[in-house]
């Protein structure tokens, strides 16, 4: 049976204020009108200005948006090669760091060619490899009026690099089981890159796709990419960097305010350094944005709306040092966010998770989460849902009128600890349920319009208690747990992991 450690403190001002109550008629005005502005969207800035505009509502400070960074350098070198080869080459290779599953597809989209445009050394733009290509008889890529088509897969080996930049348009065709696969670098800036499939056709037909595998390069600023990639076919989604393998890049993969639309997906899987910033992830086929097996990563500023399938961004398979906020994540069918497979390390912070189908935040076999002045409302789901988690802080964020619970704990790990501090906790169906607790510290929260259902679960023993501790809005100490344990703090405990 746990026990109880209940203290109350002698002023309010030893703890930071929780987020100050909304109305909920206001709430959903704003939320309402975040809609209709997403559909329109086209400021970088979208996404910071929003945030700070939920921010504002709850007496939130909000995110600072990250001063303007310089475009990274052209690349150069010597004249490319381009030449005709084998599609089952490159598959072939790409078997090799990413499996062959989901391959199918991809053959079958070939309609039993083998014919492919190799680009295997030098720099070349595109519309000089559409002039070159001409000059050389080669099929499968032409320019009209300056839009290069692609009928047939290009490949770029290691050591070649592809520019593709501002004004360019590339459209890739699905008859001819068009893709662009990427062993070495493509400078993508200020371009379109598009299939010619449309958004009401089917998920099993099939759709062109850009896939950057082994030690592949990309950088992406300020372009627009459309209906690319299959939901759900792993590095065939739409825009994967995949990195995996004995040769794997090391520089950062950087995606920087680009605008993706109706794709399967947009992942990075194995990337030591991950940087993205102030993208539009919009009306994704699958989970709008997946980032596994990274070493470390910033995803600041993004908007990602309307996913209609997944998560709107997933972090898993042991992502770690990671900092994602002032992002918008807006009106999906899945979790807003989802932190599982082992994750390590992770800081929400300062971020608007609002009304998405099922939880705002998810987490699952993670450790070291902290979750820091978000709003988290309107969802249709529990707020956060933290499943086998570790330690865990959950610190000024606002709470507010979720169809489930504020917070949803369940199965903490045994070494678990989870700090509940300063918190808005509003109009949700029930405050804190859990079940199998092991420590949980609540500090200074505002539960005062979360009255009659505060505490379910294994935290409804605890709830005449807690009320007895002082008014639901005055700062108080109330730990629960089920042995004795010191309460080091966050960064002492998750530093030692």
Excluded at 417 to 445: C, E, Q, Y
């Amino acid at each position: 049976m746990a026990y109880l450690l209940v203290a109350a403190l002698g002023s309010a001002s030893a703890m930071q204020a929780a987020p100050q109550p909304v109305d909920s008629v206001a709430l959903q005005a704003d939320i309402a009108a975040l809609h209709r502005q997403a559909d329109a969207m086209g400021s970088v800035d979208f996404a910071y200005d929003a945030v700070a505009q939920m921010a504002g509502l709850y007496g939130l400070t909000p995110e600072a948006k990250p001063q303007s960074l310089p475009a990274a350098l052209l690349p150069s070198g010597d004249a490319a090669k381009v030449a005709m080869g084998d599609t089952q080459i490159a598959l072939t290779q790409l078997s090799i760091s990413e499996g062959t599953n989901n391959q199918l597809r991809v053959q079958q989209a070939q309609h039993g060619s083998k014919a492919a445009i190799f680009l295997s050394a030098g720099v070349i733009s595109l519309q000089d490899l559409a002039v070159a290509a001409k000059s050389d008889g080669i099929d499968g890529i032409a320019m009209v009026d300056g839009v290069v088509t692609l009928s047939r897969p290009l490949v770029i080996w290691q050591g070649a690099t592809l520019l593709i930049h501002p004004g360019d348009i590339l459209q890739l065709q699905s008859a001819g089981g068009a893709f662009l696969l990427n062993f070495g670098k493509i400078d993508l800036r200020g371009a379109t890159l598009r299939s010619d499939v449309a958004a009401s056709q089917p998920e099993s037909t099939y759709r062109p796709f850009v896939l950057t595998s082994g030690s592949g390069q990309v950088y992406a600023e300020a372009n627009r990419l459309q209906g690319l990639g299959m939901a759900g076919l792993g590095p065939f989604a739409g825009f994967v960097i995949s990195t995996q393998g004995l040769f794997a890049a090391t520089e950062t993969s950087i995606l920087r305010a680009n605008r993706f639309e109706d794709l399967g997906g947009v992942a990075l899987i194995g990337p030591k350094s991950v940087e993205v910033t102030q993208n539009a992830f919009l009306s994704s086929r699958g989970g709008a944005l997946t980032l596994a097996q990274i070493g470390k990563a910033a995803v600041l500023g993004n908007t990602i709306y309307a996913t209609r399938n997944g998560a709107g961004l997933r972090i898993t398979a042991r992502s770690q040092d990671m900092l994602v906020a002032g992002n918008l994540v807006l009106g999906g069918q899945g979790n807003g966010v989802q932190v599982d497979g082992g994750s390590f390390g992770v800081t929400l912070r300062g971020n608007a998770l609002l009304q998405n189908a099922q939880t705002g935040l998810a987490s699952k076999t993670a450790d070291c989460l902290s979750v820091q002045g978000n709003v988290i409302a309107a969802n249709g789901a529990s707020a956060l849902r933290l499943t086998k988690t570790g330690y865990t802080q959950i610190l000024g964020n606002a709470l507010d009128g979720n169809a489930g619970s504020a917070i949803e704990v369940g199965a903490q790990l045994p070494k678990a600890r989870m700090d509940v501090s300063g918190n808005l906790l509003a109009k949700n169906r029930i405050g804190l349920t859990g079940a199998a607790l092991h420590l949980v510290t609540l500090r200074g929260n505002d539960l005062s319009q979360q009255l009659p259902r505060m505490f379910d679960g294994e935290f409804a023993q605890h709830q005449a208690a807690y009320l007895s501790a002082g008014r639901t809005d005055q700062t108080a100490i109330f730990q629960i747990s089920s042995a004795a344990a010191d309460d080091a703090d966050f960064a002492s405990v998750c530093a030692q992991e």
